[in-house]
C-alpha cells in the first residue's frame, strides 16, 4: 500500500486541470513536464488574493512541481489548496478552506495555517519558565489554543520565493515580538514549505529567541483525499507507528498519562478505516467527540524525518506518507465542523469532512514534566521538519 509509484500526469489531465483553474485572482497554468519534475520546478508565482481591514495586500502563491500543486496566502502562511491526481491522472484539491479571505479572517478552524507560538493547547493559559509565571492568551474554554486570538495563524508573514533545478518553495519570514500572546522573549521565525522534484511536500521550521520561552509549531492542514467537498474521511485508512497516546481531561488537557493503544479505539498500529472506532463508546471519543488527541509515535524526536503515518482514500487510490522529526502528532478527525463554513466546492463543511495530522511536541508540554521539553533558549535553534509524500494507485 506504501510503495506505489507516482501516477504520471498525462496531458489530457493536465489540460483539464488547467480548464478547472480555481476562482478569484490570476489563472495559473497546469503542471507541465517542467512542473512534475522532468527539468525542475517552475518559479512560483503569486497573485492578489485580497486586504485586511487596514489595507495590508494579502498574495497567494503558487508552487508546481513533480506532479504537485501548492497554493500559500502571506496570511498566516495558510495553505489555501493542495492539488494532487488521483490513479486515473485527475487533480483535484485534497485540503479544505476558503475560497476568499474573509472566511480566514472569521473562522476559527485554522484552516491550513502555520500554527505557533505554540502549537496545541497550554493549561488555562498558564506555564512557569525559571520560576516566572507567564499568563497567554486564553480563546479555547480555560486554555489557550494554538497562540492564542492572535498566533501566528492570523498574523503576515514576509515571503521569500525560490526555485532551484530540482526544487521550488518559500521561505516565510517574521518577527515574534516579546510578550506577543503573553509569549516571554522576542522570536524570530523561519518556515520554509518545498515542493521537490517528486512532488514530496516539506515544511522546515527554525526558530530563535533572546529569552527563555516555549515553542511547538505546526501546520493546521485539513486533508479530504477524495477532495475538498466530496463529503466526510470516514473511508479513509490510517496507519499510525504509536503504541502510546495521551488521555485528556474534560477540557482537553493532557492527564499527564501515556496510556498504552492496544485493546482501544486509538490502535492504529494495523491499517484501518476512520471510521471503524470513531464511534465507539470509549470516554475520551465521547469527550472529544471523535479523535482529537496526541499520539506518541515510537520513533521519538529524532535527527531527520522519519516515515510514522500512512493515510489513503481506497475511491480516488491517492495516498499520503508523513515523515517528521517530531516526537507526536496531533490526530483530529474534523469533530468540529457543524455545517457553517462553505468551501471551494460551494459545499459546507460538516462533521468529519476533513482530518489533521499535526506533528508536534505534545500539548501541555510546559506543564508537563514528564513530556518531551519545548523550551527554547537564547543562543540554541528549534529545528523541526515534516515531509508529505504523495502517490496514486
Known amino acids: 500500500m506504501d510503495t506505489s509509484r507516482r501516477t504520471v500526469l498525462s496531458a489530457a489531465a493536465a489540460a483539464g486541470l488547467m480548464a478547472a ?15 512534475s519534475g522532468a527539468s525542475g520546478g517552475r518559479k512560483p508565482t503569486r497573485e492578489h488574493f485580497g486586504n485586511l481591514p487596514d489595507g495590508t495586500r494579502i498574495d497567494r502563491w503558487t508552487l508546481e512541481n513533480g506532479g ?44 491550513g495555517a502555520l500554527i505557533g507560538r505554540y502549537g496545541n493547547r497550554i493549561a488555562k493559559g ?38 532551484h533545478s530540482s526544487e521550488v518553495g518559500l521561505h516565510l519570514h517574521r518577527v515574534s515580538p516579546d510578550g506577543e500572546m503573553g509569549y516571554p522573549g522576542t522570536l524570530r521565525v523561519k ?25 511547538n509549531l ?4 485539513y486533508y479530504n483525499l477524495a477532495g475538498e467537498g466530496t463529503g466526510d474521511i470516514l473511508g479513509h485508512e490510517l496507519r499510525l507507528a504509536a503504541g502510546r497516546f495521551t488521555p485528556t481531561d474534560a477540557t482537553l488537557i493532557p492527564t499527564g498519562e501515556l496510556a498504552k493503544v492496544a485493546g482501544t479505539p486509538f490502535d492504529f498500529r494495523r491499517t484501518k478505516t476512520i471510521g471503524e472506532d470513531v464511534r465507539a463508546a470509549h470516554p475520551q471519543l465521547v469527550t472529544a467527540q471523535g479523535f482529537d488527541h496526541n499520539w506518541a509515535l515510537d520513533k521519538g524526536s529524532t535527527a531527520r524525518p522519519e516515515h510514522f503515518a500512512t493515510l489513503r482514500d481506497p475511491s480516488s487510490g491517492r495516498t499520503m506518507r508523513i515523515s517528521t522529526t517530531e516526537p507526536g502528532v496531533q490526530f483530529y ?32 508540554s510546559p506543564n508537563q514534566p514528564g513530556f518531551p521539553t519545548t523550551v527554547l533558549r537564547p543562543g540554541s535553534t528549534y529545528r523541526s521538519s515534516t515531509v508529505h509524500s504523495f502517490s496514486a494507485r
Open 68 to 111: 504537485t500543486r501548492l497554493k500559500v496566502l502571506s496570511y498566516g502562511g495558510i495553505v489555501q489548496s493542495l492539488e494532487l491526481p488521483d490513479r486515473n491522472g485527475d487533480f483535484t484539491n485534497v485540503s479544505l478552506g476558503f475560497d476568499h479571505l474573509d472566511g480566514y479572517l472569521t473562522a476559527t478552524t485554522f484552516f
Open 333 to 364: 478527525s474534523g469533530n468540529f465542523l457543524d455545517g457553517t463554513l462553505t468551501g471551494p466546492s460551494g459545499r459546507t463543511y460538516r462533521q468529519s469532512d476533513g482530518l489533521c495530522l499535526e506533528t508536534q511536541h505534545f500539548p501541555d
Open 218 to 221: 505546526t501546520n493546521h492542514t
Open 126 to 163: 498558564r506555564f512557569t519558565l525559571d520560576g516566572k509565571s507567564h499568563q497567554l492568551s486564553v480563546n479555547d474554554g480555560p486554555n489557550s489554543l494554538h497562540g492564542g486570538a492572535q498566533g501566528f495563524d492570523k498574523r503576515v508573514w514576509d515571503v521569500e520565493p525560490f526555485a
Open 21 to 35: 483553474t480555481a476562482s478569484g485572482g490570476t489563472a495559473q497554468a497546469s503542471p507541465s513536464a517542467a512542473a
Open 191 to 215: 518556515v520554509t514549505y518545498t515542493l521537490t522534484r517528486s512532488g514530496d511536500w516539506r515544511i522546515d521550521y527554525t526558530a530563535t529567541t533572546d529569552k527563555a520561552t516555549v515553542v
